[in-house]
């Protein structure tokens, strides 16, 4: 039987410093019924190697350690799961990539990978906290937003209210709409290290459609977000991803940068975020 842990991680290891091997191996997934599922993974990671945050880290520019960790992460889980042939999963996250290899849906697609964002999430918070302030502030961004995708899948009433029948086309990951949830350019200048921002600057700069997104239609449902996403995952420790002023991975929230023009406060719940580092 093959070792699908050892394998995996080698598999990982031998393209972590290419980011080509990264895409090939992304890419070599999704084969056979599972085909169309990795449109949205691969453009968000096409998104990632041209900001340079998988870059080896000598290399020039050098990449993000916190990024190349949670791409490392990701990677392993789908390569594992691919290899298990009846043997025990090392994780939540790859059985869940299982489950999806054995019935692949848009749902079990989202639960699987974002199991695996998730936990790399929180695998990954010390090298997190070393990043500049307007980096966590994006990885704030990016997680709400594929916890959103999800949800617009798997509990489209809470993601899109009365639009709720539309939420099966627009967060379907083998579609293009996806796009406009998970498609960070539009918000977000294509630079690694975001030298001299932030998270202020940041929102400042957001183009109309991403602002209205995350103000207008993500924000006020924050707080029911993320308790979806720790009951669908399964995963200990997401309390430490929210507090009483929004998103709080790896840095103390502000309710001024989660909060645009117009839009009501958050329905919020006591602070139980364990955010770090410098401000």
């Known amino acids: ?13 031998d393209a972590a410093d290419g980011v080509e091997r990264r895409l090939w191996l992304a890419a070599g997934f999704y084969v056979g ?3 169309r599922y990795g449109r949205a993974e691969l453009s968000f990671l096409r998104w990632e190697i041209a900001r340079g945050v998988l870059n080896p880290p000598d290399g020039e520019p050098a990449g993000s350690p916190w990024w190349r960790a949670v791409n490392d992460r990701l990677l392993h889980d789908k390569a594992e799961a691919a290899l298990l042939d009846g043997g025990e999963p090392s994780s939540r996250s790859v059985a869940l990539w299982g489950e999806f290899v054995r019935d692949p849906s848009p749902a079990s697609w989202y639960r699987a990978h974002n199991a695996s964002v998730v ?17 966590r502030f ?11 995708a999800h949800a617009l899948v798997a509990r489209p009433r809470l993601a899109l209210g009365v639009f709720a029948p539309l939420g099966a086309l627009l967060g379907d990951p083998r579609g293009g709409s996806v796009g406009l949830f998970l ?15 932030g998270g202020a600057d940041l929102v400042a700069a957001e183009g109309m459609l991403p602002r209205a997104l995350d103000y207008g239609v ?20 997401m309390e430490r991803l929210i507090g009483d002023a929004g998103p709080c991975y790896a840095r103390p929230a ?23 580092g410098r401000a």
């Open 183 to 197: 498609d960070l350019r539009r918000a977000f200048p294509e630079r690694y290290p975001l030298d001299g921002l």
């Open 119 to 135: 936990t790399g999430y929180l695998d990954s918070e010390p090298l997190a906290r070393a990043e500049l302030p307007a980096e």
């Open 218 to 237: 993500i924000m006020p449902r924050l707080v029911r977000l993320y308790e979806f996403a720790a009951e669908s995952l399964g995963l200990p420790g």
């Open 1 to 13: 039987m093959i070792d699908a842990v050892g394998t995996a991680a080698m598999r990982v290891r």
């Open 254 to 276: 502000r309710r001024a940068d989660w909060r645009g023009a117009g839009v009501p406060r958050l329905t919020t719940r006591p602070a139980v975020c364990a955010a770090g």
């Open 138 to 148: 994006v990885m704030n961004v990016a997680l709400v937003r594929v916890l959103y």
């Open 33 to 35: 019924d599972r085909a």
